[in-house]
């Protein structure tokens, strides 16, 4: 299902000339800087876990907390036996555990055909893919390092964060190792577009600096702990604007969970493009052979109950499909040609793109 509010389309390390109008960025980087940095690594921190409830820190007790977990990414893809030329980029990252599991966005790693991690010490390590999920642009690498590089960074309830709260961001923008910026968070329910054309919800604006290079990296809190991964920016440069956006850590984390579990993450999916209608959201198109057409939802149906909820419009329908998992059965409460119906469907299993909404 489309959404209506704004659109934040995923451009890998694109440009666009002054006057274009603003679009919006991946926060992925080339890995083609001719900058020189000279790299310090800090030799002692603690976890983040570690601080206390209600805790506030300064930006620099957060990175002290915190730098340790957090991962720069180099990714190789492309190349081949008749002489295509490899393509190298780089993004952020967070350790998710002790055995080695990194969280980062799916379009960091999208066609990978190598992976390497670069830890606070410098030190660099091969890693795997475990899963990723482009329609919430997660993924989770598992990387064999040893525990005493491996420091995990705590979560945080992404459902408790409120507009004005102050924001740390770390990562590797343009390839600079351990960059931190901070700022605070601008608004909330903010929908970025996935890679694969779905609805990203709750997603957290923030001001923080966040440039190319910066994708998969934490967003904290004020107690070093992750309520969002770095994914866009809206931007009229390609640059940072002071409009960037996070996946939040409610989300990331019960991907995480998926992907490590079982290698993949699905979601329900009815199958309807829909427009707003004044009493629930009206079906203005159906995919073949999912679970609307299927389970007889018709064009031109105005859908007000699903699964015994009251549908108020599109958004309202989209969050009940998210909350529900492939396979179960449900009933819709349905508006047409002047009379109530009831359909009973079989949600279907969301495809990798987004063609019909």
Not at 86 to 110: K, L, M, R, W
Not at 114 to 124: A, D, E, Q, R, Y
Not at 260 to 283: P, R
Not at 333 to 338: A, E, K, L, S
């Amino acid at each position: 299902m489309k959404s209506p509010r704004i659109v934040l389309t995923t451009v890998l390390a694109a440009l666009v000339g002054a006057g274009a109008g603003a679009a919006a960025y991946a926060v992925l980087n080339n890995d083609n800087s001719t900058t020189v940095v000279r790299q310090v690594h800090v030799t002692q921190s603690v976890q983040a876990s570690n601080t206390q409830p209600g805790t506030q820190l300064t930006v620099g007790s957060i990175y002290r907390l915190a730098n340790r977990g957090v991962v720069k990414i180099r990714v190789t893809s492309g190349g081949g036996p008749f002489g295509q030329s490899a393509q190298q980029a780089q993004g952020s990252g967070f350790v998710y555990d002790t055995v080695g599991h990194v969280i980062t966005n799916q379009h960091v790693i999208d066609g990978a055909t190598s992976i390497k991690v670069v830890f606070w010490n410098g030190k660099t390590y091969p890693a795997k893919l475990v899963g990723s999920d482009a329609s919430t642009d997660t993924a989770v690498i598992k990387v064999d390092a040893p525990s005493s590089v491996l420091h995990p960074l705590a979560f945080a309830n992404s459902d408790s964060v409120q507009v004005g709260d102050g924001v740390v961001a770390i990562g590797s923008p343009f390839g600079l190792d351990e960059t931190v910026t901070s700022g605070i968070v601008s608004a909330l329910h903010r929908q970025m577009t996935s890679p694969n054309n779905f609805t990203i919800d709750n997603s957290i604006q923030t001001d923080a600096a966040i440039n190319h290079g910066n994708s998969g990296g934490p967003l904290l809190d004020m107690q070093g702990k992750v309520i969002g991964t770095t994914a866009q920016i809206e931007s009229d440069s390609g640059g940072n604007d002071g409009v960037g956006f996070a996946v939040p850590s409610n989300t990331v984390r019960e991907i995480a969970d998926k992907l490590i579990a079982t290698g993949k993450a699905e979601h329900a999916y009815l199958g309807v493009e829909l427009s707003q209608a004044s009493n629930g959201a009206k079906v203005t198109q159906l995919v073949p052979g999912k679970a609307a057409q299927k389970g007889g939802v018709q064009v031109g149906d105005v859908i007000t109950s699903f699964a015994g909820k009251k549908v108020t419009g599109v958004d309202s329908l989209r969050f009940a499909v998210d909350a529900k998992h492939p396979g179960d059965v449900v009933t819709l409460t349905v508006q047409r040609n002047g009379q109530s119906k009831t359909v009973t469907v079989t949600l279907s299993t969301r495809p990798n793109t987004d063609t019909n909404g």
